[in-house]
């Protein structure tokens, strides 16, 4: 598929995507980043083609606290305003991410991302019960139909380069042919005594029997330049830390960044690099495997302040 700016790639289950007329709500998750900028200007270009009302678009920002780049959270609001969408904020009860990752004493990783599932696909699925809970107040029968929108580019890791760019988010409690097939599979497989295949197990997506729920990636296939291209198209505010050399808006400091990207993070927030620092010696878990937020301290105060961020992530 190389229209509108896409690359050519050998993606996995790229089709024609969604009816998006079909969903009685369309969840855009903005990040205040670049990929979700570009995100928001393909769905709202597309919505309207589809004749989907603005009102049915629902732009979420999972909120992290002091973990993000500072006005990250207005700025994600400014974006949602300019095409006049409803803008909703959400964030795990409790702490915010830096002090959770010392109540629980260790930090994420590629193989154990507790601070998306607790941060963000855990909030984002209590609105989608909001948003349900409207909709059947608003006279809606039967389930609710959800497609759940991200800016997840295939370039960005080989993990998200397997993502397919359109998936029913199936579960054990969808009632969906597919999801019943699959409960099927387990339940045989269970009676024989034998492993599940993987591929065939029900999922632990965010459909259930009050919604069916559809995730989209409709920029999987672009690359950085074709992001940059719709943004300067769109009128969008980016983010400061991008002219500041940060390649990406995720987290300050994450344990998927590149450490090039983690040496201009600690140069540009200091204070929170050191708080990162403290964290560390207090529950005696590094930052990352190969490397420590103490060394990434000493080697920020030792680059140049032109050091690049490349834009590399694990993730």
Known sequence: MTSRGQMSLELPGVDDGPELASYRWILANISGGKDSMAMLDELARQADAAGVPRDRIVCVHA????????????????????????????????????????????????????????????????????????????????????????GLRADESPARRRLRVFSHDGALTCPCRDCLLRRAALESAERRGVPCPKHKKPGHGASNTLRHVDTWHPVHSWSTADVWAAIARSGLRPHPAYADGMPRLSCSFCVLASRPALVRAAQLRPELAAEYAAIEEKIGHRFKNDVSMKEIIAEAADASSEVTAIPCWTG
Do not use: Q
């Open 63 to 150: 909120d992290l606290g002091r973990a993000e780049w500072e006005g990250t959270r207005e700025l994600a609001a400014e974006h949602a305003a300019t095409y006049g969408l409803r803008f909703e904020v959400v964030s795990r009860t409790g702490l915010d991410l830096v002090d959770r990752i010392e109540e629980r004493g260790m930090f994420p990783d590629a193989s154990n991302r507790w601070c998306t599932s607790d941060f963000k696909r855990g909030p984002v699925r209590r609105l989608m019960t909001v948003l349900v809970r409207e909709a059947e107040e608003a006279g809606h029968l039967g389930r609710v139909r959800i497609l759940n929108v991200m």
